[in-house]
């Protein structure tokens, strides 16, 4: 089991930019797909962002263009640069890790979970 820390939420204003770090324990990381879901209240968690062992991104439709993606695979840690924000970003953002080098944007395909960081957004 990988343990997930998430950090570098926050308030920003509309607009604004924030960086989310997820630093990943265990030595398998670097073949590890990575993930970024994330749940407002009352709605489902959905999926952000994906990074594979080899770097390959994908991104929701909500977030491309905006959103970026990276891994350090020397520091353990996944991030997610987060650009004009909006007010509809605003959730708990959760760092996840595959079970394999590659996944899908399902939640199934990831099988450890950080405790979540709160962005929000205000407009």
Known sequence: QVQLVESGGGLVQAGGSLRLSCVASG???S???MGWF???PGKEREFVASI???SSTYYADSVKGRFTISRDNAKNTVY?????LKAEDTAV??????FGPK?????RDFGSWGQG???TVSS
């Open 93 to 98: 953002y959760y760092c996840a890790a595959g």
């Open 117 to 119: 960081t709160q962005v």
């Open 103 to 107: 996944a899908t944007m399902q939640r």
């Open 27 to 29: 030595r398998t990381f």
């Open 38 to 40: 994330r749940q407002a």
């Open 52 to 54: 594979w062992s080899w």
């Open 31 to 33: 073949s590890s797909a």
């Open 80 to 84: 997610l640069q987060m650009n004009t």
